[in-house]
């Protein structure tokens, strides 16, 4: 899963610290408790919180969502207000930037802005990987899993499903959707975004 | 008690978190207690049980997260600039050989660094040049290139209010008589002390402090240790080992984090003064014990500070002392901020509630806020404390307390107890209550979203904006006023705040002053968001009327 850390070898003198981690880490611990044993605590100087990566929190802070829905509107009504674009074509366009922009802040930008305590242990995660340190079905993950499907069948509909249009949106939610399947946690397709 | 079930009730409708998602965000839920868990207890009495985490209109948040978003947007295009060689970059930048190697930098963990902090790092650290009491005077600097590097121009602001420092008791000051038993200490004992408790380091002065510091708290003795910090850190791995469960509140500091690591038992964290969570983790670690083996847990350990820096409020002893006797377990209490600060006479949250100070295992405090001096200590039995004394790093390893330092703490302590034959010790802490209390009335009544207990002198003031948390900081030093101001990540991304800490030294003036600058710029820079009516005086609802005191 997220966290392959092998188990170094038991040092009594100056083991306690690194084989914490292993134990808090490892996959079982995390399946069964995760409500409780999901904030693993570290040294974070200086910070109001012990939250690890801040990163993960983002998703399921007050009002992100409704940030979100109106960056949306607000995008998709831009679009309208350009005088050539026909409707079909706007909504269609709107799909598509909203899945590039999706894609390019949640799939591809790695790692945190920020100095994390844990020694950069989500360096390689995109965002979306990053999210609820990676338990999966969480409802941040549910509700940026069906906005993208909402606003394609808003589009397939105002495109009056052409033939076109319906290529073009359906590659463009693929590209969105595929990403957010538990089973490409982690995975880079030909090494792509690896590093 | 009307004003306060109207408060009560109003706060209940408004705490309720939005209705977009399902489950509660985990800061609003261990935020929303204060209300939902205060009637049913009951346990002590009802005005210690006044802590409101309101939560912002959420235009705000909405408003927070587009003021992120600019920022980043923007950060991405100065990197792009800097990039292309358009603006001059001030960071560290590998040589043009070394390009092809693995990146010696890690230029993403930086962007908030580069792209927001320097920025508005103005704001921080800024060097003082006097003593930190209620007043001080500050160096002041300018940046010619926005804030990478800055100049002193030579000139001093003086006399800026310091609404920052842990100053609780005004016992940071000058007076020559108050620590001519400092000076003379230093003069019969030196300066420092070269030696570790445990080897030629025991002073008698030491053994003063440590009777002192039992007879203070009341309990039979205490052990006193020359880092606030290393006290925590340190004590922790005696007290607790593998095996062994520390349950933890989720916003502990990061001296009890670290000991908890160091300790090697397994931590647990539970939602901020959240009986029902912590009571939750008690039975289900009593029930499953150890992990794997399932073998019952060797000590469970409950940690909790008295009053919790950042967010102001305080732990709520009476119900966790009777969870820990249900359930068995020790209580460790971090009194950093609440020792000399809380209290009719100043001891703590233990006399805040009214509870017996043999009811808490292991007593913790530093001496560095309400005594003006620097180091902690740890109290409890005797046997508890004697076992510290040859196993704790700190009692072995750490050099001892300096004299002139202990010194202070012993003069500090006996005038709070009434001992050095003056009412000077009690005069402060009715000062300092009177002053908590009148700040955050005030600020209630401005409009401002404060969070924290109502006794507390510890006062956040909610400014969610990065942009106006900037600005706040920036326009009250303007005014000559010192505020420590926290933003994102050192928050959560919602709750950038100004930190106010009130002291006894403060008078009345420069606390009217400090209010009416605030009430100035709340309304300059839109800060006002408290949706809940309160006035202390209902029948006067004119909210530019001062209360002016005789």
Redesign the interface.
Known sequence: MLCGVPSPPMNSRH???S??VV?FTGPR?EA??EA??K?????????????VN?NT??M????????YL??TVVLHVVLLSIPFFTVPLVWTLTNVIHNLVMYLFLHT???????TPDQ?KA?LLTHWEQMDYGVQF???RK?LTISPIVLYILASFYTKYDATHFLINTSSLLSVLLPKLPQFHGVRIFGINKY | MARAAAANGNSKTLLNCNGLRSEDVKRSVSQCNGEKNGPRTGVASRQHRQEFFEQAPMYVAVMTYLGFGIVTLFGYFRDFLRAVGLEKCHLAQEREEQKDFVPLYQDFENFYTRNLYMRVRDNWNRPLCSLPGPVFDLMERVSDDYNWTFRFTGRTLHNVINMGSYNYLGFAENKEDFLKTVADTMQQYGVGVCSTRQEIGNLSLHEDLEKLVASFLGVESSMAFGMGFATNSMNIPALVGKGCLILSDELNHTSLILGARLSGATIRVYKHNNMHSLEKMLREAVCSGQPRTHRPWKKILIMVEGIYSMEGSVVRLPEIIALKKKYKAYLYLDEAHSIGAVGPSGRGVTEMFGVNPADVDVMMGTFTKSFGAAGGYIAGKKELVDYLRSHSHSAVYASAMSPPITEQIIRAMKCIMGKDGTTEGIKRIRQLAENTRYFRARLKEMGFIIYGNDDSPVVPILLYMPGKVVAFAREMLERNIGVVVVGFPATPITEARARFCLSAAHTRAMLDQVLHHLNELGDGLCLKFSRRKYSSRPDLCNETDFELDS
Request: proline residues 8%; positive net charge.
């Open positions: 083991g306690p610290i084989l914490r134990e611990e069964a408790d409780n044993e904030k693993r605590p570290w040294m974070n100087v200086g910070v109001a919180h012990s939250e801040p929190r983002v399921n802070s007050r009002g992100i969502w409704l940030t109106l960056l930008v790695k790692g945190t802005p920020f100095e950069g360096r969480t409802s941040s509700f």
